[in-house]
């Protein structure tokens, strides 16, 4: 693995106990939800990283090359570990679809920086079935929701773009470009769209009827309705629009079609080649969640032989930061179950014992080791929200007992001691 660059590097904020229990319970949702459809967590290697980025440039996959490295080269850290999920599947012989994911930290480029970020990829592998595809927008959707997170998935197909776009008369060497320009036509402008088109050699008129075409809204079956009457001379197009049909109507079996919009300005990456989608928080629809879609050339490049897949990319950070930002509460939470409150040295060794039994049944117990007076350490506990206290006094440990009190409920109840264990 290459070394990187300290300068370059942009490490996240530090993360404190109060972060950890939300990262712990995002992870905890994306295990379960994916467990509960069949998916297996699986740990790709970086080491190849290099040999795939090398592959994929010759193929002219250029969005997984993501760093300019010393001397203007392409560093071997891919976009997301999906590369490495479908990569380590040929290394293996096991029935198709294989359903796998993997959890990790990625380094991203974003504004000339390179950012650590945690990640999740999950692919289907295997199958060319828009039902696999369905799975994925369900299970972001289940993850997303228990969150308190609202998602809208924007729903592309990138097959489709690039046979509409070769159909209006635009060259098929830059048929990529072209959809770069157009995904981006809101954010530039229509002068600065017209403009970039000019360079291409692609005339003013093409490009209205095409951004009229992007303007379409309204419900998903009336733009495919659309799309039928408008191309209906092409079978090429009219394969791909019945595709997305089939796509559309699965969603509405599962009874998540409320939570998607087509959109044809969704075209993914150079990477993609079918049915793309990009998930948003439907209140801040800035900040990108996870997005996915179709790969099955690159599934085919990096197996060495036919493997229709898809992939789903989740940006964990982005569902911390929302569920900072809407100040969502935890589900889960680490808390202390009783604390040990030692009275004074002596009595400290029994608060060693007694933490230990109390820790083999799996509880969560901390002793005090900061010597503070017991008054100070019921104080300290009842800070933390901490349910309950063992008090451990120098003369209750002479007559063999030690007091648990519980502060809610204001009860004391007395625990025996025999030897070096818990009557």
């Known amino acids: 693995m290459i070394i990187l660059p300290e300068q370059n590097i942009d490490i996240s904020k530090n993360v404190y106990p109060a972060d950890i229990i939300k990262i712990k319970w995002i992870y905890k949702n994306i295990r379960d939800t994916l467990n509960s459809i069949g998916f297996k967590e699986v740990e790709p290697t970086s080491k190849n990283s290099k040999d795939l980025t090398e592959i994929l440039q010759k193929e002219g996959v250029e969005d997984l090359c993501l760093i300019n490295y010393e001397n203007n080269k392409k560093d071997s850290f891919v976009y997301d570990t999906s590369t490495n999920i479908i990569e380590m599947s040929k290394e293996v012989r096991l029935p198709k679809p294989m359903r796998w994911y993997a959890i990790s930290k990625i380094y991203r480029k ?63 060497n830059v048929i990529d470009q072209a959809l770069t320009i157009f995904k981006d036509s809101k954010i530039d402008g229509i002068q600065a769209t017209f403009k970039k088109f000019n360079l291409l050699g692609v005339e003013k008129i093409i490009v209205t009827e095409i951004l009229n075409l992007l303007k379409f809204e309204g419900l998903s079956k ?128 029994n608060a060693i014992m007694i933490a230990k039994q109390f820790r083999k049944k799996k509880g969560i117990v901390e002793i005090d080791i900061s010597g503070r007076s017991l008054d100070k350490q019921i104080l300290h506990a009842k800070k933390l929200k901490i349910p309950k206290i063992i008090i451990i006094r120098d003369d209750d440990l002479k007559n063999g007992f030690v007091i648990m009190e519980d502060f809610k409920t204001k009860e004391n109840t007395k625990i025996i001691l025999k030897g070096k264990t818990i009557k």
Do not use: W
């Open 110 to 172: 974003e504004q000339n920086k390179l950012k650590n970020k945690r990640s999740c990829s999950a692919c289907i592998m295997g199958s060319k079935d828009v039902f696999a595809d369905s799975e994925q927008i369900y299970a972001i959707l289940n993850i997303l929701t228990p969150l308190g997170i609202e998602p809208v998935v924007h729903i592309g197909h990138r097959e489709l773009m690039s046979e509409i776009l070769k159909y209006m008369g635009i060259e098929e």
């Open 222 to 349: 009336d733009l495919i309705n659309h799309l039928k009457n408008t191309f209906n001379d092409n079978d090429e197009i009219s394969i791909l629009i019945e595709e997305l049909n089939l796509f559309i109507d699965e969603l509405d079996n599962y009874n998540i079609l409320r939570f998607c919009k087509l959109d044809l300005k969704i075209i993914g990456t150079t990477y993609n080649d079918g049915i793309v989608f990009e998930v948003y928080d439907i209140k801040n629809n800035k900040f990108q969640i996870a997005s996915g879609g179709r790969v099955n050339m690159l599934a085919e490049l990096l197996s060495n032989n036919e493997m229709p897949s898809t992939a789903l990319n989740i940006d964990v950070d982005m569902i911390y930061n929302l569920i900072e930002k809407k100040k969502i509460v935890t589900k889960i939470e680490q808390t202390i179950d009783i604390y040990v409150a030692p009275e004074s040295l002596n009595s400290r060794r």
